[in-house]
């Protein structure tokens, strides 16, 4: 490129999130925002009131009979398959026939004039059925008898019982990871519109608008042309949209070719938190193995989930916090085994992080335990433990670990935070003060990048260049916030050297990029900006032939520069070569691919290279907790995060600082609790509680590794963002558990589950006070 400077929205830039202005005044148009066409209806689902349950009989006639119904829908009224399984394992119903799995099982549709009128009548029904013993965590679905919802995953290098059996010091311990709901602003909502024939429109609030097609396309009993799914933006989605939305989306559409009228379906919060999956709860039991000086010989993990009802993706989220249980450290011996245990609750899907993050904290508990055993400070275990060089660089599924820059990126944090001169500091502090006391963390991540489901990793682009030189840009990735769309243009934008103005970047939709993947898994970038920028090569390509046959110029004389071109001595504005080439009859559209290299997995063998590169970071984190309440605040933060050569650092900081907050939400106060009915009773924004502006740390340095650079070829060669942050979030969790081991002068590691809510903060207090 010649220069950037010249040209506005360049990638490498900071460039404002192409709809913040519509978002900030309201202007941003949302699936609820579509006008609807006279005559549309509403939909509301009727739900289970217990957990478990053979169905007698479903008495819906005085649901029918209610003020506004037009109709109900069933099992019966499903016109293809009763299944909208992600994984096609046929063990998700739309609406079960003979047995309610959880509490707040969707049972029935109601479809009526108003939502109004559809919600109240949907709490009419009779439900005859026989109640059956429940369990709702992993634990008690093991000592029941539960079976696995998907096959387990073991993970195995080396021999663990002879490293373990004669090692110095080895430490058992077990874990509790509490799940997290996604919490986005706007809930679950889809909006089906009939066509004729077999033909459905369904605008919808997805991350994965291929597999809401399918799914759609699986319950009517048509091909996947007659589906065409439509997403603008979502209102945020965190992994709660990927899977989730198949079935609003299967409800709206049945009811809309049923009836032959637009269907709308939107429930209520509480419906919406009580109906859909959220982050998978895990118990980690562990037995590691170390040397005097802190290095580890072995680990033995095991890790159960709890995984709702039925599978959903609850394989690959499992496999994958084994993926992750190492993180930034390398096991000479290890075995890691997973449980995805069935349960009666809602089942649990993708969120952020797709379970890395429930594997890197067992990782880091685990730094923390050989800490407090050595003696020494967890950071310098953590470096004892780092991967290196040849012999410490494979990890647990025999990929080596070739671009690790963790050894300068936390040198540099552990400098510019102070980290040593304020742990000392802090551990004066807590020698004289009675009921305050400090603790400080400094914790790494190390972040696979890749769908794990090799296929997956595949994304399409459309570009056409209109002949006034105006340019449409359509791929398969999904915009919910985060800038996707922003980063996608500006690699056009750079490709074509125009301003990004120029660029007009629509709705995705399954009509002009089939098969897409699911925004997902930190991908969206790095595989829709790759697909562009082929549909971007592909045009320039023939642009270029066009214009050395025309001027007789060698093709290395056609050179794009700032919003014109150059061709030998000549320059024209692209606008005025643009027509040329129109009127020369060059195609100016082109559909761009791209596919992840280098990348296979072998599952049964537990081996292959399932990332195509790491992604790095940490965080220092610094807090104060009352040792009589257990109440705490986050007092400084300092991030030093790796995104490689950043598209758009501005957009990039951004999303690594709501990462963290979201990641430190998960470890601290978001808490999901089920009652002895196994009711969820955190199922609104009144009971469950994430993190406020006034959480965030008083202190929070944010900076990006602006020396890196992906030694893969990725586009422009930058790295994901979306999910390796939330990991750092860990810090103020580790910071909790020092500020708490001072109260028993930092002899014994603190029994700290997650998330650390106040309660457990004095909890753990308290047992320690005990203990010494």
């Avoid at 603790?439 to 570009?463: C, D, E, M, R």
């Avoid at 020369?584 to 537990?606: C, E, M, N």
Wanted: proline share 5%; with cysteine.
């Amino acid at each position: 490129m010649k220069d950037n400077v010249s040209i506005r929205g360049a990638a490498h830039t900071d460039r404002i999130h192409d709809s913040a202005t519509k978002h900030v005044t309201g202007a941003a148009d949302y699936t609820d925002d579509i006008v609807e066409p006279v005559g549309t209806l509403h939909a509301y689902l009727g739900v289970s009131d217990v957990a478990h349950a053979n169905i007698r009989s479903l008495d819906l006639s005085a649901v029918r009979a209610a003020p506004g119904v037009v109709g109900v829908l069933t099992a019966d009224d499903i016109p293809g398959h009763n299944d909208i399984s992600p994984t096609g394992l046929n063990d998700e119903p739309v609406f079960p026939t003979d047995k309610i799995q959880f509490h707040g099982q969707p049972l029935f549709a109601v479809i009526a004039e108003t939502r109004d009128a559809a919600r109240r009548a949907a709490e009419l029904a009779d439900v005859d059925c026989e109640k059956l013993p429940h369990a709702l965590d992993p634990i008690a679905a093991q000592d029941a008898g539960y079976p696995h919802v998907t096959a387990p995953l073991k993970l195995e290098r080396g021999e663990v019982a002879p490293a373990s059996a004669k090692a110095t010091n080895r430490i058992k311990g077990r874990m509790s990871v509490g799940g997290q709901d996604h919490m986005y602003l706007e809930g679950h909502i889809a909006f089906a519109i009939p066509g004729e024939d077999d033909d459905v429109i369904v605008h919808c609030s997805t991350q994965h608008p291929s597999e809401a097609q399918h799914m759609v396309a699986h319950v009517l009993g048509v091909p996947s042309n007659a589906v065409t799914v439509n997403v603008r933006r979502m209102g945020g989605g965190f992994g709660g949209k990927e899977s989730q939305m198949n079935l609003f989306c299967a409800v709206a559409a049945i009811a809309a070719k049923k009836w032959g009228r637009a269907v709308k379906i939107r429930p209520d919060r509480d419906q919406d938190m009580t109906a859909t999956g959220k982050r998978h709860d895990f118990v980690i039991d562990y037995d590691v193995a170390f040397d005097d000086a802190g290095r580890i010989e072995a680990v033995n993990g095991v890790f159960a989930a709890r995984c709702g009802f039925s599978s959903d993706l609850s394989g690959p989220v499992t496999d994958r916090a084994l993926f992750h249980a190492d993180n930034a450290y390398f096991y000479p011996n290890v075995r890691l085994v997973s449980h995805p245990m069935k349960t009666n609750t809602v089942s649990n899907t993708a969120f952020r992080g797709f379970g890395g993050p429930q594997g890197v904290i067992v990782a880091e508990r685990i730094m923390e335990e050989i800490a407090y055993a050595t003696g020494q400070d967890p950071l310098d275990v953590r470096k004892a433990n780092f991967y290196g060089g040849k012999g410490r660089d494979l990890t647990p599924y025999h990929q080596e670990v070739e671009d690790n820059i963790l050894d300068r990126l936390v040198g540099e944090l552990e400098e510019s935070a102070d980290y040593r001169a304020r742990r000392k500091a802090i551990i004066d502090f807590n020698a004289t003060s009675r009921v305050l006391k400090k603790g400080i963390a400094l914790t790494p991540v190390k972040f696979g990048i890749s769908f794990t489901a090799t296929w997956y990793n595949q994304a399409g682009a459309l570009v056409h260049v209109y002949n006034d030189g105006s340019i449409h840009l359509n791929h398969g990735g999904t915009e919910m916030g985060q800038g996707l769309n922003t980063k996608v243009a500006q690699v056009v934008a750079e490709a074509f050297q125009v301003d990004f103005e120029r660029i007009k970047i629509t709705r995705t939709t399954t009509e002009k990029v089939p098969n897409t993947s699911a925004t997902a898994a930190s991908s969206g970038t790095d595989l829709n900006g790759m697909a562009a920028l082929n549909a971007v090569e592909q045009i320039k390509a023939r642009l270029v032939e066009f214009a050395a046959g025309k001027w007789k110029v060698s093709p290395d004389a056609v050179v794009f520069e700032p919003n014109q071109v150059r061709i030998g001595n000549e320059v024209l504005s692209f606008d005025a070569f643009i027509k040329q080439a129109y009127m020369a009859r060059v195609q100016l559209s082109a559909a761009g691919f791209y596919k992840t290299p280098k990348i296979h997995w072998d599952r049964a063998a537990g081996k292959g290279r399932p990332f195509f590169y790491y992604a790095y970071g940490a965080a220092c984190s610094e807090v104060t907790i009352d040792t009589l309440t257990g109440e705490y605040r986050v007092e400084r933060t300092d991030i030093l995060h790796d995104v490689g050569r950043s598209l758009n650092p501005v957009l990039d900081k951004g999303q690594v600082e709501g990462a963290f907050i979201q990641g430190m939400g998960w470890l601290t106060t978001e808490e999901l609790w089920w009652d002895d009915a196994g009711r969820l009773r955190t199922h609104a924004p009144s009971t469950y509680k994430i993190p406020l502006a006034s959480d965030r740390p008083r202190v929070f340095n944010v900076k990006l590794a602006d020396w890196s650079e992906n030694r893969e070829l990725t586009i422009k060669r930058s790295k994901a963002v979306g999910e390796p942050p939330f990991m750092l979030g860990i810090s103020v969790f580790e910071a909790l558990s020092m500020a708490v081991a001072s109260v028993a002068d930092y002899r014994i590691c603190p029994r700290l589950d997650a998330p650390a809510t106040p309660e457990r903060v004095l909890m753990a207090v308290e047992r320690l006070k005990a203990a010494g």
